[in-house]
Nanobody, 121 residues
Framework: QVQLVESGGGFVQPGESLKLSCAAS????????VGWYRQAPGKQRDMVAR????????????NYAASVEGRFTISRDNAKNTVYLQMNSLKPEDTAVYYC??????????WGQGTQVTVAS
């Protein structure tokens, strides 16, 4: 059974930072595509950052949404089977529920329960 558990959300002021964590069990974050998505009220869920494994051992590609490029950094700790999202210079428009996602090569698609991030003065 695959489980993704997010943590690290909260309330911050504009310009501050937060680091989200996603602890995975039942599936390896190293061997699969992992990413962070977010959904603001009344809007669709959008990709924020993603690490894609490209099939060859050790070959991967990292993608970011244009709105977070240069401010957010996705990373993973293979030993802890955990994915992180470091968010710097946060803006009010970053307010959303953030979800961790894991996709396998054979079509598996798994989501965490989400963690709320609120950026306001």
């Amino acid at each position: 059974q695959v489980q993704l558990v997010e943590s690290g959300g909260g309330f911050v002021q504009p310009g501050e930072s937060l680091k989200l964590s996603c602890a995975a069990s039942g599936m390896s974050v190293r061997q699969n595509t992992v990413g962070w998505y977010r959904q603001a009220p009344g809007k669709q869920r959008d990709m924020v950052a993603r690490i894609r494994n490209l099939g060859e051992i050790g070959l991967r590609r990292t993608n970011y949404a244009a709105s977070v490029e240069g401010r957010f950094t996705i990373s993973r700790d293979n030993a802890k089977n955990t994915v992180y999202l470091q968010m710097n210079s946060l803006k009010p428009e970053d307010t959303a529920v953030y979800y961790c996602n894991l996709q396998t090569g054979n079509g598996g698609d798994y989501w965490g329960q989400g963690t709320q991030v609120t950026v306001a003065s």
